[in-house]
């Protein structure tokens, strides 16, 4: 087991790369389901989900290689159609193999994902679109069992604009006979980029980028190459990380268009930013004015930064709202947050942050990749020490972020522990 023993007030400065989007590689590595032979998807984070939905894969006969960010698949040989609680466990993204399979193959065994740190985390709009295109769908013993012999367009509609249950549904209304109607479907960069794949992989897809996507089914697909986008989420955690320690910070290897609503609060809180081609120059010299976020679907401020903003307005000039309109009680960063010191009141879904408390260092733990992050970011500007345990949740999402934090000058280090 790991922890990242961290001294907190350094000033963070110089240039740090974003890796490849963790979203859009779990949305894209599942589509190689839908047609055999090599795939070859550049700029993959070297993270732990990508390292678990290459052992499901695996386990249903494709051949998974990463070098270093190069990932190489092969999908000529799938010898089973089943996703089992042990892997699904691990990585609720583990689902979206299930379109692919009943699309290409007409039959699937998939383990119910269950909750997890933040709440519960149903599939029901996943479930209700792909029996919209004609799958018998039912669940028992935990699994999701689901069977077609052969998938019907539809018009599907979603209730909830879920990024989770667009994927699935788009990825097998691509091979389904007709015409498939979305509505309401997510509009996340990494819904996008996975449109953008199963076109290049020969699907007809129109409307891309938007809530309300046609496809023309197709009899076939065919394997591709194809360039990662970049981690948005990775890219606002270290926009952040410069802001609170008061450094100059440049992210290199980003897409400002993913980020406009985390760039404009950044503003509002009083950073200077400047952005010249795939770069974001970040400067503060200041505590931040205390902003009020609440986190909406795409193109608002991301659920997945809800904890990175609240960790940055500890150090307001007064006190701010922070709500989460997506998951209500992701809000397991709070507690350990209080730990450093910090002076929050939840009501409800909304976290009320009281800025300018005395933060020092303690040791300190969470259960969801993002939070954790959030508590790297206290103790990065927290007195003294801070251990920070079970990072195994970070390093799902984030690649080698001690060496990238260490290489802006924070002192960060990886250590081995019995603690847990
Ligand atoms: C994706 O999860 C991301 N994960 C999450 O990132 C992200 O927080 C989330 O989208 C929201 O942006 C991946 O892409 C692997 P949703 P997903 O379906 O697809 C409700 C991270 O830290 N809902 O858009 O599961 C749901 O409860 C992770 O990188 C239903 O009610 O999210 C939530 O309230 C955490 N029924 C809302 O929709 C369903 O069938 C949005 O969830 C599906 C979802």
Not at 23 to 35: D, F, G, I, S, Y
Not at 63 to 90: M, R, W
Not at 342 to 353: F, G, L, P, R, Y
Request: glycine share 10%.
């Amino acid at each position: 087991m790991d922890k990242f023993v961290i001294n907190g007030g350094r000033r963070l400065s110089g240039r740090v790369r974003i890796s490849g989007a963790k979203n859009a590689t779990l949305a894209l590595m599942p589509m190689v389901l839908l047609a055999p032979g090599v795939f070859r998807l550049h700029n993959t984070p070297n993270i732990r989900d990508v390292w678990s939905m290459s052992r499901l894969l695996g386990e249903m006969g494709a051949h998974c290689e990463l070098n270093g960010n190069e990932l190489f698949l092969d999908s000529s040989n799938i010898t089973s159609h089943e996703a089992p609680y042990e892997q699904v466990k691990k990585m609720r993204a583990s689902i979206n193999v299930l379109g692919p399979l009943v699309a290409r193959y007409g039959e699937a065994k998939v383990s119910l994902p269950g909750g997890d740190a933040f709440g519960p985390r149903p599939v029901d709009l996943h479930l209700k679109g792909l029996e919209k295109l004609g799958a018998e769908i039912t669940l028992e013993n935990g699994y999701i069992h689901a069977k077609s012999s052969g998938l019907q367009g539809a018009k599907i509609h979603f209730d909830i604009s879920s990024v989770g249950a667009t994927e699935n549904v788009l990825s097998a209304a691509v091979l389904a006979k007709g015409s498939t109607l979305l509505t309401n479907a997510a509009i996340e960069p990494e819904v996008t980029a996975l449109a953008r794949l199963l076109v290049k992989m020969g699907a007809k897809i129109n409307g891309i980028g938007t809530n309300t996507i046609e496809i023309e089914g197709v009899k076939e697909l065919h394997p591709v190459e194809e360039e990662n986008i970049p981690d948005r989420i990775e890219a606002a955690t270290f926009l952040i990380a410069a802001a609170m320690t008061r450094g100059k910070v440049i992210v290199e290897n980003v897409n400002q268009y993913h980020l406009t609503a985390v760039i404009a609060k950044l503003e509002e809180a009083g950073c200077t930013i400047d952005i010249t081609g795939n770069s974001i120059t970040l400067e503060m010299d200041d505590a931040p004015r205390p902003i009020d976020i609440t986190t909406a679907i795409y193109p608002g401020f991301p659920t997945d930064t809800q904890a990175q903003w609240i960790a940055f307005m500890m150090l307001a000039k007064g006190s701010s709202r922070i709500t989460d309109s997506i998951f209500h009680s992701r809000f397991h960063h709070v507690p350990e947050l209080q730990r450093l010191g910090a002076k929050i009141e939840m009501v409800s879904n909304s976290a009320i942050v009281h800025g300018g408390a005395h933060l020092s260092g303690a040791t300190v733990m969470s259960g969801d990749i993002r939070a954790s992050a959030s508590l790297i970011l206290g103790a990065l500007i927290a007195e003294g020490r801070s251990d920070i345990l079970r990072v195994y949740h970070l390093d799902r999402g984030y690649e080698a972020i001690e060496k990238k934090l260490a290489g802006l000058g924070a002192s960060i280090e990886r250590v081995k522990t019995d603690e847990y």
